[in-house]
């Protein structure tokens, strides 16, 4: 299938195309994808090629068209995502052995794991057709989460086994950027009778030679956790209280909510303070206190934390500095104010947040936002003021982006394309390329090619960004 979208003198073609593999994967069939993408009188560039088992969930995907990343897919029975590549990011655990330079690999050229990640929703919720996997613990994907005979994990130990999905723990590796080396943390969940989230316990502690989690806090209960988040809740599932702690387990907040509470009834669902037992001067960038809760029916909406309009949108930050923000009759954010002289320090910086004007197409799709710098006593000028334009599909994907200063006092005049995004079934990433269009002429080069201006982003199961 082609698609061939014109305008003016340039012609992008989407090309797709799907067909049978005869290789096999884990033992099954699967079929191939290629998508692709051309200028004119250039050659094609492979964008992504996605794999599928023969019974249809996603096998592979593979990223570029240097082979810049291979991502392998791997499931539970019940079809619920198991992992991504591998815990450790070490080639010859990969599933599709990415980068392991041996005779025959078909994948070894492509860059080892950047990423990769793992859940485990009860003991033994996955096995492979091959026999020898269990026991295969120097060559599989999974690391053993069983310390010895008889000795769990920590993973295993601080977590619940549930069988209704909820997830027991997850691992996510992740590619040091200075020492390339992996970085893999584990998290393990417990979860109260209604499946809220009680506690987040982490642990850096895979063995990555012998691909083995370690037992350190079930050997030693004085060890401090890393990362510790524990959590309570009231009976309409409103967070009463939580606490964290930082890698080396020093607690930097232990945070109380305050709602509207009268006569021992909650009358609404609405944060209107935190407090945090814990000095501000512990850490810097977390949540501080936000000083004497004032819980009178008559003024907590005005004196508090928090503020709220009649139908519950926020209108107040009184921490993040915002004095007002404004909304549309469709319940979109209109404009954020921040209150004269507000600004922020952290890690020895200091900024002073825009204001912001947003404005809506009318399926409600945000088609540009308005940045407004400030100074110590107000506003810019709007010769200072910036704004992006968003170019969307017929979904609302957007499509590509823009920038436009539009002021000669500053020497700053500009429409710059910033953003194009790349897409598959879901969005892969973004092409970077920076195209000045003011004064923009033809160019007799076509056939030109630039790399390293396209960034891939590489999810987890939820869709949030682990790396690019």
Known sequence: ???????????????????????????????????????????YTEKTQVS???????????????????????????????????????????????GLNVTGNANKNFARDAFGYSLTYYQNDYDAINPAWTSDTASRFLANQTYAPGQPSDLIGYRYD???????????????PQLKTAMPLGNSYQYDQLNRLVQSASFNELLGTQNIWNNEN?????????????????????????????MAGKTFDSLVYHYNVQNGNLMQNRLYHV?????????????????????????????????????????????????TV????????????????????????????????????????????VIKPRTAIGVQPSSYWKTEYYVRDAQGNILSTYVKRDSTAISTLYFTQTEKHIYGSSRLGIDETQTQLLGLTASADTTHHYTGYKVYEMTNHLGNVLTT
């Open 326 to 369: 404004d909304w549309t009759v469709y319940n979109k954010i209109k404009s954020i104010t921040h209150r004269t002289g507000f600004m922020q320090i952290a890690n020895g910086d200091t900024t002073m947040p825009p204001d912001l004007c947003f404005n809506y197409d009318a399926k409600g799709d945000r088609i540009s936002k």
């Open 218 to 246: 079930l050997s030693y209960p004085w060890e401090t956790f890393a990362y510790l988040n524990k959590f309570a809740y009231d009976a309409n599932g409103n967070i009463q209280s939580q606490l964290r702690q930082d």
């Open 52 to 98: 599928y088992y023969a019974h249809g969930p996603l096998a592979r995907v593979e990223y570029g068209n240097n082979q810049v990343q291979g991502l392998d897919y791997a499931y539970t029975i019940q079809g619920w995502i198991k992992a991504v590549n591998s815990e450790a990011l070490l080639p010859n655990l990969d599933m599709g052995k990415d």
């Open 275 to 323: 407090n945090d037992t814990i000095n501000a001067a512990v850490a810097s960038g977390d949540v501080d206190d936000e000083g004497a809760f004032n819980p009178a029916a008559t003024t907590i909406n005005k004196v508090n934390n928090y503020s709220y309009d009649g139908i519950g949108n926020l209108v107040r930050d009184s921490a993040a500095g915002i004095a």
């Open 1 to 43: 299938m082609q698609t061939v979208i014109k305008k003016g003198t340039l012609e992008v073609s989407i090309k797709t195309r799907c067909l049978p593999d005869k290789s096999t994967y884990h033992r099954s069939k699967k079929q191939l994808c290629f998508l692709k993408e051309r200028v004119k009188q250039e050659k």
């Open 162 to 176: 549930l069988f209704n999905g909820n997830i027991g723990t997850m691992v996510t590796s992740v590619t040091n």
